[in-house]
């Protein structure tokens, strides 16, 4: 089981066809079996798509519009012109850049059993940059959360109100449980966001038998304009100390092409089959 978590700061990146046309590839290649992506954007004012014969979307809002260039659609399309075909979803957050609706994805290529949104943050207003959904797909029995969420000091919203928020929410679930995302707060951070999390959820990077340096930020970027270090901000955290064979950054020039201003984590997840085998 391959699990691949994104902020992919979509449309925002110069030559965004050809970053397109690299995590395509890169998924192609991987067959990543559940993928969770931030920033996903569409453009406000583009065309609305009838998706009634699109099988393969499963809305987490059906009062939800899907703009032709909904970057999360043209991947899920062009997997699927090339034979890899994934179900996905979506669920918008709040206005980006102000002509784009910013959202959160998921594409599996395993069925979606049901879906569940909340909010994160103290703010709905979808003209507000720091409102804060979180979707949640249950797939083969599993629980996978997207969570794209705010800053420690956010004197507003801050990252320890909508944790307590999430931690709430979880607590009444049954299972496995993953968390995927941007959590804007960093591991060697002490006494904040990373180590509040850490406290009860397992990080898979230390999980994983084999892994490399982790880091997914590498120079100041949107929200962290005065950063001048390595970050380790996007996680895979999950709820039970499962077998993680491999835990590995992906788009940071060195293991694919860099897309985003984050790069992408991915692991890989040892199977109760995989255990009987060896």
């Not at 998706?51 to 399309?77: C, E, H, R, W």
């Not at 909340?118 to 709905?124: C, E, G, L, T």
């Not at 999390?197 to 930020?217: E, I, N, P, S």
Request: charged share 25%; proline share 3%; hydrophobic share 40%.
């Amino acid at each position: 089981m391959k699990l691949l978590t994104l902020n992919t700061h979509s449309w925002l990146e110069e030559k965004p066809y050809d970053k397109l046309d690299t995590l395509v590839e890169t998924i192609l290649t991987n067959k990543f079996d559940v993928i969770a992506f931030q920033e996903i954007n569409q453009s406000i004012d583009g065309s609305v798509l009838d998706l009634s014969n699109q099988f393969a979307y499963q809305a987490a809002d059906p009062t939800v519009q899907i703009k032709q260039n909904n970057f999360a659609f043209l991947i899920q399309q062009k997997l699927e012109q090339a034979g890899l075909r994934y179900v996905w979803t979506w669920q918008p957050a709040h206005i980006g850049y102000d002509i784009y609706d910013e959202g959160l994805a998921f594409l599996s290529l395993h069925p979606i059993q049901e879906i569940k949104t909340f909010y994160a943050s103290k703010s709905r207003a979808f003209d507000n940059y720091k409102t804060r959904p979180v979707l949640g797909v249950k797939i083969e029995d599993s629980w996978y959360f997207n969570l794209h969420l705010g800053w420690w000091n956010d004197e507003d919203d801050s990252f320890k109100e909508q944790w307590a928020v999430c931690s709430a929410f979880f607590k009444t679930l049954i299972g496995p449980i993953y968390l995927m995302g941007d959590f804007n707060n960093p591991a060697q951070t002490i006494n904040e966001g990373y180590e509040l999390v850490t406290r009860d959820w397992f990080d898979t990077f230390h999980l994983a038998d084999k892994r490399d340096k982790g880091y997914t930020v590498e120079k100041n970027i949107d929200g962290w304009a005065e950063n001048n270090e390595k970050l380790r901000i996007d996680f895979i955290f999950t709820n039970h100390p499962f077998e993680v064979d491999v835990s590995k950054v992906f788009f940071n020039g060195k293991n694919n092409q860099i897309i985003s201003d984050h790069y992408g984590v991915s692991i890989t997840l040892i199977t109760a089959e995989e255990r009987t085998i060896v």
